[in-house]
Every structure is written in C-alpha cells, then in structure tokens.
C-alpha cells in the first residue's frame, strides 16, 4: 500500500516546476552518499540455492517443503520473474504474492533467504513468453516519472528486451539512483536478502550510452548497474546482503565479456546454458574464465537453464537427460555458488526417469555441499586477503576443452564427465599425491601421471580426488555423504590427510574468529576450540597410543561408542582412519 501511494503521489506531482519548494520536487529526492562496501559473500550464501521461474506465494512454499520433506538442505530461494507488479517497480504482485511481507518472514523462520530478481529496465510495455505469465496493463506506473524527470539514459530512448519495451535507468545520475532507491526500500524493510541482476543492459542498442556523467560505453553501464546495487543493498541491510551476477557471459549472439566486475560480485553465476553436455561445456568455459578473472563464489545453474540452443531459440528443443542432470549436479555441489534453476522449473522428483535415484543422487550432493559451507566460506574469506580464489582452473586456457579439470583450495582434484559415457583420463596434478574421494581407504596414486578410462557407472560419482595434505572443515549432522553420523550434529567435523610436511588451514568461524588447523604426520594441532570437535585423520596403521597435549586419551571400542564420549579415540583400520572426539576449550595438540 505504501509504495503505491507513493507512486501515485508523485506521479501527480509537476515534475521540474520552479515553483515547487526542492523538498516536494520528486524530481529532486534527496541524495544520500552510499560508499561502494568491500567485497565480501556471507556464510548462508554458501548454503544450496533453489529458484524456478513463474512462481507464487504458495508455490514457493511447496517447493521448498518438497526439499524439506525429503532431506534435502536448502538455504535460499529465488523468486525469477514475474513477481512484480510491472517490470520494474519492486512492487510484489498481491495476486501471486499475496501478504508478500509474512512469505519473507516464514521462510526466514525457516532459515531459507529470499532473493528477488531484478533488472535495471522500466517499461512501457510488459509481458511474459513463458506459459503462465502475466498480463500488464499499460506502461510501468513508475516509468512517466523518471522519464518526466530524465532519470533514463539516451532521453529515454525506447529498447525491446526479452520482459518488453523500456528505456534504463541512468545510474550516473545521483538523482535517479536516489529515485530507484527509494522504490527498493519497503523491500529491504521487509527483509529481503539479495538481488538477481539480470543482464537487461546488454538490450541498449544506441552506443555511446548518454548519461548525466557523460557518454558511457556499456562496460562502464554494467559495471555502474551492478557497483550501485551491490552498494545500496549492503547500506541497508549489511553485509549479509547480497547481489547475484553476471561475471563473464557469451550467450544469445551477444559478444563474450565480463558484467559486473569482481569486488561487485559476492555471487556470481553463467546461466542461460542448454540443458545439455553442450551446455555443461559451455557453462565451464565461463566458470573458468571467470575464476581466472578473480572472481570467487561462482557457480551454474544445474542442469542447465534452456530448453534450446542460446544462439537459435526458435530452434530444435534440447530433451530434457536424467543423466545430464546428475552429471551437473555433481559438479555443482562442488563449486562455491551452487544453484538449481532451470527453465522446465524440473526438480529432483519431478524428473521424468529415474525418480528416486535422482532424488538420493540430489540429497548426496546438496548434503555434500552443505556440509562443506565451512570450507568454502573459509576460502572466500582467505581470497579476499590475497590467496587464491576457491576454484581454479588446471591447465592453460587452450587445454580447457574436453577436460575441465579443477581444484578447490589445496584441497579437492575435479574431474568432470562431459558425456554419457561416464569414462574419462584424469591427469593427477604433479607435485602431490591423490586419492579417490570414494575409497578414501585406498592407496594414493602420486601425481604426475595420467589415469586411464577412469569410469563412474553410478549417476551420484564423478572422478573426485582428495590431495594428500589437505584439511577440510565440515558441518555434519547426518549420514547421508558416508562423512559422519548425526552424532556430529554441534561439533566441527575436521577431515585430514597429513603428509611428511605440515599443511595447515585457516577455519572462519561463525564467531567472526579464525582457527588454525595444522596437521603432520603423527600430529594434528587445533589454535582453539570454540566447540567441540571430531577429527578423522587419514592413518596408515593402528596407533599405540593417542595423547591430548601430552595426556594419554581414552580408547574407544568402536565408532558408536567414541560418538558417545566426549573425548577419546578409535581407529577403524578397514578406512584407516583415526577418529578423536575432543571437548570444547582452548588450543590442542593432539599425537598419535
């Protein structure tokens, strides 16, 4: 109701008179200086991500309980167009979105963040393609008064884009973003956690783009569009807020280039692929530009989001593959920014063959990749002080083709599939050696060589490899990924492989506190332990004897009964695995 009155208030309104005092010209709201934040992804942003397109207020209440109810974790969801009123307005639709405020405030109960699609487009003529979408009448209320203002680049200038016909912002113009940012507020004021910024502006034709500040070319456009979001979203609702970006795209005819630059870019994600092994590879060869570029949480929709090829929509349509899904799923667990969205708006028991292995194979990866926030979280937090980025293309840029091989921190080797076949060579990277993720059991293969025919029958498995050294941080409550039970629930669940030579890694707790984690062979020591704390450490022979700084521990009589100690050991010698369960306290220094 209030930004409505709002809109018809000032659309009433002369704007630009001489006569009217400068406080009631909404042609001159007043200017706030909002200072560009630093770069920073907050921890929930780590957590599995949903997002359909033509949905409602009971809609994405059934969705995301349709993950609720089969285990599946979810941590934010995505409300794609149409949700508006008109494109744009930041209105809610009362008819899809009825009591808009008490939707946001259910799902923040629980623990499930809101993200909100968005351009920078306002329109004179709206509509949706998409079978279900909404009818609008007439012109967006908004769009007569930034016009009437000159809030518009190129005076309003008219462009065709896939919601409609609009003319776009000028966020050059302090005046305007002031304008556009008072049209945000009720919506921060009612919680909202995030923005998806489509790429409208690709749809300015008319170069240079005339703005307040000048003539812009389109990279400084995007950059200013995505910086200004990014920018108000964190002064009003902080850094937990985030903006959902391009970071390099080429897609619809559109030549290939960045969006958004890095330091605007908490997430960033390569959509609009076919939903095929064509758009896998294609969505690769963004990620890897893009992780190249510097930028940090970057992910794909899963599964692929066209059901055609970009560069002929009108074309053949691309069938939706079980396989292709479990293929891509598996690999977007396994990236910082994971995300299912699809245009079929296709779930995990919806899918059309192989149901409930693809709703285990879904639970398994999206488990996986909740229980591995702590680790993600820590290696964003860790680049934004200089190291490298969390996913880093292996190889030169002409070997990514038909490969794709990546690493996670110094932690994960990923070898994904990129046909039906299910078989591919693995080169292991020289300088460490590696074992397979599902027999961390077995022996390690040095690297430096080149694994033949590496096969992965089952749907739920791609080539996955553990460097020796790595330390990995997790949050496990259940036994679905074979890592804990839910007797880790309200521990940190640490999972290292010592080498000859220390490695160590630094923890980013939920406190705003690090912990360092450095293990050797024989020895792993923790900085602090702010709660308690299970380790499994990769050990080659049953230990005579466990000590916590310098204190024999207990041994346990198996796995069950050390999950029900508060401090103690046991070695399950078939995984060689060692196990210790420590209470909470200070600094430890564990033996073996």
Known sequence: MRRSTLLVALLACACGSDDAPADDDPCKPPVEAVPTPPLSTPRWAFEPWISKDISTADDTRAFVKGFRERGIPVGAVVLDSPWETHYN???????????????????????????????????????????????????????????????????????????????ALDFFNPRAAAWWHAQQDPL???????????????????????????????????????????????????ADFVTMVRPYDRSYGFPGRFYARPEHA?????????????????????????????????????????????????????????????????VGALMPFMQLHGKANITPWT?????????????????????????????????????????????????????????????????????????????????????????????????????????????????????????????????????????????LTWLLFPSGQASSFTLHDHDGQTTTATASLGKLELSRRPRPVIARIRVEATPAQVELDGAPLAQASSRADLEAKKSGWFFDAAARALWIVLEAGGSAQVTW
């Open 89 to 167: 307005t930041f209105v809610p639709n009362p008819n899809r979105y009825p009591g808009f405020g008490d939707l946001v405030t259910e799902l923040h109960d629980d623990d499930v963040r809101v993200v909100l699609w968005v351009t920078q487009m306002v329109n004179v003529g709206s509509y949706d393609f998409e079978p279900g979408g909404d009818d609008y009448d007439g012109p967006s209320p908004n769009f007569e008064q930034g016009e009437t203002c000159g809030f518009y680049v190129n005076e309003a200038e008219r462009f065709q884009w896939w919601k409609g016909s609009g003319a």
């Open 188 to 238: 921060y004021e009612l919680g909202i956690d995030g923005w998806k910024l489509d790429f409208g502006e690709e749809y300015i034709k008319t170069l240079p783009i005339v703005t307040a500040a000048g003539d812009k070319t389109k990279q400084e456009y995007s950059e200013e569009y995505y910086r200004d979001y990014f920018a108000y979203g964190r002064h009003r609702r902080g």
């Open 351 to 491: 899918v059309p063959d192989h149901v409930d292995e693809t709703v285990a194979m879904y639970r398994f990866w999206s488990t996986l990749h909740h229980e591995l926030v702590p680790f993600f979280f820590s290696l964003s937090e860790e680049a934004l002080l200089g190291a490298d980025v969390p996913m880093r293309p292996v190889g030169a840029e002409q070997t990514w083709p038909g490969d794709y091989r990546y690493l996670l921190g110094e932690a994960f080797l990923v070898a994904p599939l990129l046909d039906a076949t299910g078989v591919r060579d693995v080169a292991l990277p020289a300088g460490s050696d590696w074992l397979d993720w599902w027999q961390l059991g077995g022996d390690y293969q040095p690297g430096g060589q080149t694994l033949k025919a590496v096969a992965s029958p089952a749907r739920d498995r791609i080539p996955l490899y553990v460097r020796r050294g790595a330390i990995i941080p997790l949050e496990v409550a259940s036994e679905v990924t074979g890592i804990g039970s839910k007797a880790h629930a309200d521990h």
């Open 266 to 330: 908490p997430v960033a994600w390569v959509g609009d692929n076919r939903r095929d092994f064509v758009g896998l590879a294609d969505a690769f060869d963004h990620l890897f530009r893009s992780a190249k570029a510097g930028y940090s949480t970057i992910g794909s929709d899963i599964g692929g989001y066209l059901d055609t090829d970009d560069e002929d929509l009108l074309g053949a349509k691309i069938p939706f593959d079980t396989l292709v899904f479990a293929r891509w799923t598996a």
